[in-house]
């Protein structure tokens, strides 16, 4: 597997970030914590990783812009170019000491993602893609699972935050997929919930009211190995969404009929 210049970079980046969050995840409970919003924590873990990745990946492309959870966002000269990064993706299990969380860090060019990258430092499990270059754990090439029925699917999913989205809308899709699939489950962290379709651990998975930085690097995954990515309208456009659905052809397409089936009149 040969990686471009650009995604050692990124690579770099994420360990960097990765080595700080480890440290932090060690201490967990002498870190500063506040509240963005209902039941939306963040840490000084957070901030640090942040920092990290910027100050890296700035210094190799300075001209590029920058997209991150926890900082302003940086314009840069090139137009082209931007840094999609979400330093912390998962930072609730991180708070409550469960090594379920990523670094995801993301390249778009003109409007599409070529380079994605994310890196869980718990499980050193490093997850790559550039477009049409494939997707990779570690040195191995990812394909998305092979299953057909949605009846025999694992499919995983993220529950909106407290006050965030709809949760009526949501909780009734959630019963709806619990009555085709095989099993479903929510284990915190977007931008892994893709990186385990890509992966075939998970058959599908499916979310609202995300943010770019979630999912920017997951999807490249996703693409790369030969997955479905839609959004909740049909239309594949997730990133400028929030929302997403994602699996082979058959689970994607079958997943999204599910979660858009109108809701029986009483
Ligand atoms: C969150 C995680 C979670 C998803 C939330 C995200 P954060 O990101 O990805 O799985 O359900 O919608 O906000 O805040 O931990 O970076
Ligand atoms: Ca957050
Ligand atoms: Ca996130
Ligand atoms: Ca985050």
């Not at 959870?69 to 082209?80: L, Q």
């Not at 709809?166 to 009734?172: C, E, P, R, V």
Request: aromatic share 8%.
């Amino acid at each position: 597997m040969a990686r471009s210049a650009l995604l050692n970079v990124m690579v770099q980046a994420a360990f960097k970030a990765g080595k700080s969050l480890a440290r932090d995840f060690g201490e967990v409970q002498n870190l500063q914590v506040s509240l963005k919003g209902p039941s939306d924590y963040v840490s000084q873990a957070d901030h640090k990783a942040e920092r990290l990745i910027r100050d890296e990946l700035l210094k190799a492309r300075p001209t590029y812009g920058f997209l991150g959870e926890e900082g302003e966002e940086i314009k840069g000269t090139d137009g082209a170019h931007r840094w999609i990064v979400d330093p912390l993706d998962g930072t609730t299990n991180f708070l409550h000491g469960i090594p379920h969380f990523a670094v995801s860090i993301a390249l778009e060019r003109q409007g599409e993602i070529v380079g994605g990258v994310v890196f869980n430092p718990a499980t050193d499990e490093l997850y790559t893609a550039e477009r049409g270059g494939g997707a990779f754990l570690n040195d191995r090439r990812l394909r998305v699972g092979a299953r057909r029925k949605l009846s025999e699917a694992v499919i995983a999913t993220g529950t909106p935050h407290l006050g965030r989205g709809n949760h009526g809308k949501y909780l009734i899709e959630l019963r709806h997929v619990m009555g085709e699939v095989a099993g479903v489950r929510r284990f915190g962290s977007a931008s892994l919930d893709l990186a385990y379709v890509a992966a075939g651990r998970f058959d599908g998975y499916w979310e609202r009211d995300l943010a770019a930085w979630d999912i920017a690097a997951g999807v490249l995954l996703i693409r790369e190995a030969g997955g479905w990515v839609t959004d909740s309208n049909g239309d594949s456009r997730p990133l400028e969404d929030g929302s997403i659905i994602c699996g082979n052809e058959y689970i994607a397409k079958a997943l999204s009929e599910v979660i858009r089936r109108p809701v029986p009149s009483k």
